[in-house]
């Protein structure tokens, strides 16, 4: 039999907080990140607005020397995995170390460090190219610059599969605990591509909402007016850790990981399969894998990134869950709609999200929803938090190329722990 997996510690960072209780208090009161972009200064640009972290200040995790050597997204990265590690009260020692294991993965990287070196290259040729440019900018520093600060010597990866990298990030490190090759793994993914090549860049592709004139109300998954994402930044971290490992040690449990479920679309490399048929097929994977019905389930949090996806997921949920989600029981929300889409990192907040909702019983809603699309069928929750009693949580990431991901979270309850 499996091993069971549970979480025991979670740090989030985006554009509505720094921290765990920040982002859900926010996001409970309907707070929206979005806003003119600081970071750079984007007139002329097509979009001018994102969901920035605001005030961040990596010298409150980083000495100032460090720090230089790494982009924002490794940033982002110790932020939230510092405030996950203290919540879990894990001490990584040397008798433990092995068994300790760093998961996290990024869609794109160091983008900033990316365009300045282009720059420094260009005005200066190769000699003004940054020694530490690839080490600041490839997908994996985030997980072995972790690895050695805080001594984990277990199993480490990184994904890279787009806006799902969080999600498989979080899925495959449930699995090498439950094979055995971990106690104990620091799960997540982070992005920082609020940067003028990647804004330009999906604003070319007409990916993004151009309501630069009213950005507080320009993510509205579901809604009939929806124009385009907006895109995030930050950086979602869980601490899953085995079962008996974490009542051994004492540790609070926050939920069990369940189920985990993948697919691809085969279809096209940005657009969605029809009717969300590999949504389809990676949702009853995780129902499987969790050996639970759809019925069992009370909430998703959906991929819901404001745009025409919205109706292949909300077709997709229909298909799976049926008269359990058309009759409204399956309650639904879109909560990129104030933290924005983090790409990369959207699968593991998304993830601390859902954890919150279990704990707390209460569902984050989907702001600006004024009118749902007429193939928007479903209860997304609108604008308002509500109380929820329910078991089961399950949450979606889809990224680019067609990748699918689906994580199944279970409310912990510490009599008969369930």
């Not at 025991?8 to 990140?33: F, I, M, R, Y």
């Not at 985030?142 to 990030?169: D, E, H, L």
């Not at 997304?380 to 889809?398: H, R």
Request: charged share 20%; hydrophobic share 40%.
């Amino acid at each position: 039999m499996a091993r069971r997996v549970v979480i025991t510690g979670q740090g989030l960072v985006c554009g509505v907080g720094h921290t765990a209780p920040e982002v859900w208090k926010n996001l409970l009161d309907g707070v929206s990140g979005m806003a003119p972009i600081q970071g750079f200064d984007a007139t002329g640009f097509p979009v001018t607005f994102a969901a920035e972290v605001k005030n961040f200040d990596p010298l409150q995790f980083l000495e100032k020397k460090e720090a230089r050597k790494m982009g924002r997204f490794i940033h982002f990265a110790f932020a939230a995995t510092q405030e996950a590690l203290a919540q879990s009260g894990l001490q990584i020692t040397p008798e433990n170390a092995e068994r300790v294991g760093v998961f996290i993965g990024s869609g794109i990287g160091g983008f900033e460090i990316i365009e300045r070196e282009h720059t420094n290259l260009m005005n200066g040729g190769p000699r003004k190219i940054s020694p530490f440019f690839i080490p600041a900018t490839i997908v994996n520093m985030a997980a072995g610059q972790i690895s050695i600060r805080y001594g984990a010597q277990g199993p480490i990866s990184a994904t890279a599969t787009a806006c799902a990298t969080s999600s498989n990030s979080i899925g495959d490190s449930m699995r090498l605990i439950q094979h055995g090759d971990a106690d104990v793994m620091i799960a997540g993914g982070a992005e920082a591509a609020v940067t003028p090549m990647s804004v330009g860049g999906f604003a070319s592709m007409k990916a993004l909402s151009t309501r630069n004139d009213d950005p507080t109300h320009a993510c509205r998954p579901f809604d009939k007016d929806r124009d385009g994402f907006v895109i995030g930044e930050g950086a979602g971290i869980l601490i899953l850790e085995e079962l008996e490992h974490a009542k051994a040690r004492g540790a609070k449990i926050l939920a069990e990981i369940v189920g985990y479920g993948m697919s691809a679309d085969a279809y096209h490399m940005t657009s969605v399969a029809p009717e969300g048929k590999g949504a389809q097929r990676a949702m009853r994977a995780a129902l499987k894998d969790a050996g639970i019905s759809p019925e069992q389930v009370g909430y998703i949090n959906a991929h819901a990134t404001s745009t025409q996806a919205d109706s292949n997921e909300s077709q997709a949920i229909e298909a799976v869950f049926g008269e359990h989600a058309t009759s409204h029981k399956l309650k639904i929300s879109g909560t990129k709609s104030m933290h924005g889409h983090l790409l990369g990192g959207a699968g593991g907040l998304e993830a601390g999200i859902t954890v919150m909702a279990l704990e707390n019983q209460k569902l984050p809603p989907t702001v600006n929803l004024v009118e749902a699309s007429p193939d928007c069928r479903l209860d997304y929750v609108p604008n308002k938090a509500i109380d929820c009693s329910f078991e089961y949580a399950l949450s979606n990431s889809f990224g680019f190329g067609g990748i699918n991901a689906t994580l199944i979270l279970r409310r912990w309850q510490e009599q008969g722990s369930l």
